[in-house]
């Protein structure tokens, strides 16, 4: 196996989990909150928990009215998933209809480690924000958060809020659907807030960001990195990422380009793959500069933190309400209609469900593979 830099990661990440296994179990950390398996820990935190029951117990009218508009925004997101899946599995079947790709976030392999940064943050920030909706609606609905904390699997971050169970089931539908429901609405709004905040701190688009390079291609023969910006090619300005497809649908291959690359001239020689003319870009991005004055490589990293952080935000709000099991979409669904479903047949109605959305998600990601092979954000 060649030692590359995923290789790298995958061979660290385990070391790194045979070491936290070895730790767990000769320093018994489960009497810290700390429980180690193998390839999963989770940290119950008692600050945690106080913190949620700190703030759900304050204004509980409050959250209440906020949980109640949750309610509609949740239950708008379960009909627009069920509705986006569907009409995605229908465009496959067109090939003059643009389906979109859906891809699962697997560090290493769908995503380059060169973004896990950006990718923890903004995984950090949807957890908690997430967790911390759960729990306090619970507290407001009067029912008690029986540990809250963070959880690893190999190289996922999650969290939990766990809720006595009987008090749980003894609350009201209202107040159960409330407490389902506001975990996905919170994640919609504060990665509705992200998007306001990139358009205000950032300028419109301005040239092409380089995030990435073919090794030995020509942007990276001619000294051309990560984090520089392409703002034209032979005098014709380029303010966007399709403005430099453009430019270079109409360049053959071989041809000679100068380009403007952070105000200094560089001259590439294209290559030609299936026909087309090259410069060896693996991936761009819009560059949007600072309205505040930040340099060019710090504009970009605040940019992508923001970035990554709407798109997991938004991701999360409109997934997790997907009707099936273990999203919350199963439980908001369920916990709508229990009433009307006797309760012999209660299980067996939310494994049915379960799987049919499963599946209409697993035929959308077999058919992203298939159509669009392995991206990597």
Known sequence: MTLTLENTFLLGMVLFWIIVYAVGRIFHTDKHGLSILPF???YRSENFKAAIRKIGEKNRLLWKTLSNASMALSLGLLIYVTYFLIANLVKFSYATVQSVPIIPIIPAITIRLDSLPYFFVAVAVVV???????????????????SAGLALMLAFFGGFVEPEEQEFERASKASKVRIVSVGSATNLVSGLLVFVLLLSLFAPSAGVLVDGTVAGGPL???????FDVITAVNGTGIDSLQGLANVLGNVTPGAVLNLTVNSNNVSVVTENVSGHAIIGLSNGLDYHPSRFGLDRVAS?????????????????????????FPFDGEKFLFHLVEDRVGKDRRFSLRVLISMVFLGLLLANIVLSFVFFGLPRA
């Open 40 to 42: 999963f820990l989770t």
């Open 128 to 146: 908690v924000l997430h967790e911390l909706a759960h729990g306090v609606s619970a507290i407001a609905e009067k029912v008690t958060v029986k």
């Open 220 to 226: 990276a023969h001619a000294g051309v990195g990560r």
């Open 300 to 324: 970009a990293n605040v940019y992508l933190t923001f970035y990554w952080t709407f798109l997991a935000a938004f991701s999360v709000a409109v997934f997790n309400m997907l009707p099936a």
